[in-house]
């Protein structure tokens, strides 16, 4: 029997809904069907809260990023959140899976040029969608703390895909206005540190990925992995179990998503800590067993 990755975690009742998933996805014939998409997400989520392997795992995120790529209007045009929902997460999820030419797809699908936005030359879709979460690239000022939060979202998006794409100028220019607007609201008291934590370890795991920086890499993934765990254990804490119980916070794409990014760059973090090495590691090895499989 495996050890919960979340501490508290009612089993039973998180097994009951994996299993409930597993009954949704059987009723389609075609396990790709836009349907499923959410299905197998929350059987990811579930399967990772539970302890499995994480090869079950990035399976589930495989199949669900197969769902966006079939429909990835459809997908876009339904999603909750405009920002997060329709560019960010679908992207994470892709490079999760560890599949370059379905992530390649998908960038293709969700992401966008970072130069171009910023050149003001993007498609009205991807504008929206800017706009939604962020004023800055219209204005070039942030007006608040949750403005400051949406360019945030944006430049980590803009990283991800300039590094799927080996877009290194995007990626840097990302990276530029990420060190003149969202750092410096740490001095300045503009917003939650926690959250400007969490961004400044993205930014700082994409630079190093685009450097080819083992070591740097290897600290940013591993503030990520000990994040995880807290933000879990936070939620639990706060009477949330249940939701982690039914697919919902348990698992942070981010750190799967730039294991891959790394592999395909060629860059192995250098971890000292043996916990998050092995998380790491994990990840790896199971993106390169399914992918090639």
Known sequence: MTTPRVEGLDRLGAEAFADACTSALDRHADPETASNHPHYMARAEVRYALGNDVEEVVDDLQFASLCLRRAPAKWRDKALSRFRG???EPLETALAAGSRPLAVALGEDFGFSFDVLLAG?????VVGDVKSVTSYFGSRTVVDARDLQGLALVLHAGMLTGLLRGDGKSVLLALEIFNEEVRPAREGGNGNLAWIDRAEMLAGACKAILLRR???LGEQLHALVGRERTDTKKRVDNGVRALIEQGHGSLDLAIPALVAL???RGVEPECDDAEAATTLEAWGRAQVRLSSG
């Open 262 to 264: 790394a592999r395909w």
């Open 86 to 88: 329709r560019r960010l």
């Open 214 to 216: 083992p070591r740097p």
């Open 121 to 125: 030359l993007e498609e009205e879709a």
